[in-house]
């Protein structure tokens, strides 16, 4: 038995009276979790400074690191920020609903208890349906964090968010599994040229051919592993399982040949090995547990089920992960940021 109550629904059919209920509890300063599309948050009322303590509390996360503000409705933006910048006002038309976070200069209206001090706020306006009806029930401003422990893979099940906050809050919404499974991209607007703090499903050409320029936060490619990201979150080891992953980059055979080896090692000591892999190699590994993401044509299906392989080796208590690179077209970035952070940036290149 979990403490938090478990209600089940689909985006096609809504539970208007177990997200009414929701609602009432997140007004109350309850705390509720719920699907997105992109990974389940953690809600609570974004108004209310006492909910984003508890917020912090329940997932152990440092106070430092701000929290994103959900909205549903467009006219909902104005009260939370200073100003809304033409460009950002183009990209809300183009991209909400959907998987993307701006960063405005923050009202009075907004407490630094969810803005972890700062000036700015991060704001966002999901794409699910259960996400959104849940934020208006809850009177407009729903502030959620991904709705893990601190430090472990974002959930992209429920049964993954009961496996991590079950006994800590009051309500979580079961939607099935996300669409997206990355957390949302996140561009910054404080700055005279927009800036993108995270990667995520939408990427640096989507978002240029709304914007024209944008930057993107040195802090945040791998190659800078030392420059401090300006998202406080992107500055911890974070999306980790608790076994030691390394990940082994070259071409396909030399890096199928590493791994097999490698594992074969780790194997004869007694250790357990997870491999993370694509389809199209997965054959390739006969010994260890072998998890294929998804086909290398397909990289919504490895950016789905990224954090889930993380969470399932976890389950199984591998000691040692070797992952290969999945440097695709589209979210390549996006995948490559969260595995690179998920393995403290340990990358074995194979020639
Ligand atoms: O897809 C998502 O964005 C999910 C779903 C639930 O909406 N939420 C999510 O929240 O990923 P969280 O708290 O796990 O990540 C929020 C990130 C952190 O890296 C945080 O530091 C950054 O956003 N952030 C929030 N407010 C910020 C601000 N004012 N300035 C810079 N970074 C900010
Ligand atoms: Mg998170």
């Not at 703090?197 to 320029?213: A, D, K």
Request: charged letters at 25%; hydrophobic letters at 40%.
């Amino acid at each position: 038995m979990t403490r938090a109550k478990i209600v089940k629904m689909t985006e096609e059919h809504l539970d208007m009276e177990a997200l009414r209920e929701a609602g009432v509890l997140l007004r109350n300063g309850g705390l509720a979790a719920f699907p997105t599309e992109t990974v389940y948050g953690l809600g609570g009322n974004a108004l209310d400074p006492e909910a984003s303590r508890k917020i912090y509390q329940a997932k152990g996360r440092p106070s430092d690191n701000p929290l994103i503000v959900h909205i549903a409705d467009m006219e909902h933006l104005a009260p939370i920020v200073r100003e809304i910048p033409a460009s950002a006002l183009a990209l809300a038309k183009a991209c909400w609903p959907g998987p993307l976070t701006m960063i405005f200069w923050k009202s009075p209206l907004v407490p630094y208890e969810t803005t972890g001090g700062l000036d700015s706020v991060a704001v966002r306006m999901p794409e699910s349906r259960i996400a959104r009806e849940l934020i208006r029930q809850a009177g407009g401003y729903v502030a959620a964090p991904s709705a893990n422990t601190s430090g472990r893979p974002s959930p992209t099940l429920a049964e993954h968010v009961v496996e991590d906050l079950g006994e800590r809050i009051d309500m979580i919404i079961d939607g099935g599994m996300v669409k997206i499974g990355l957390e949302s991209t996140i561009v910054d607007f404080t700055e005279e040229v927009p800036v993108i703090l995270r990667p995520g499903y939408l990427n640096r050409q989507m978002l240029e051919e709304i914007l024209g320029t944008v930057k993107v936060d040195p802090g945040i490619r791998e190659e800078n592993a030392k420059v401090r990201p300006k998202a406080p979150g992107m500055r911890y080891r974070h999306y980790a399982p608790r076994a030691e992953l390394t990940i082994v980059e070259g071409p396909e055979e030399k890096v199928t040949e590493t791994i097999r080896e490698m594992a074969k090692e780790k194997l004869a000591e007694g250790r357990r090995v997870g491999i993370l892999c694509c389809r199209e190699t997965a054959g390739q590994y006969r010994e260890g547990r072998v998890f294929p993401v998804g086909s290398r044509l397909g990289e919504d299906s490895i950016a789905r089920h990224l954090y889930e392989a993380l969470r399932q080796f976890d389950q199984e208590n591998m000691d040692v992960i070797y992952s290969e690179a999945f440097d695709t077209p589209r979210m390549g970035q996006a995948i490559m940021n969260r595995l690179l952070k998920a393995a403290g940036h340990k990358v074995l290149e194979v020639q």
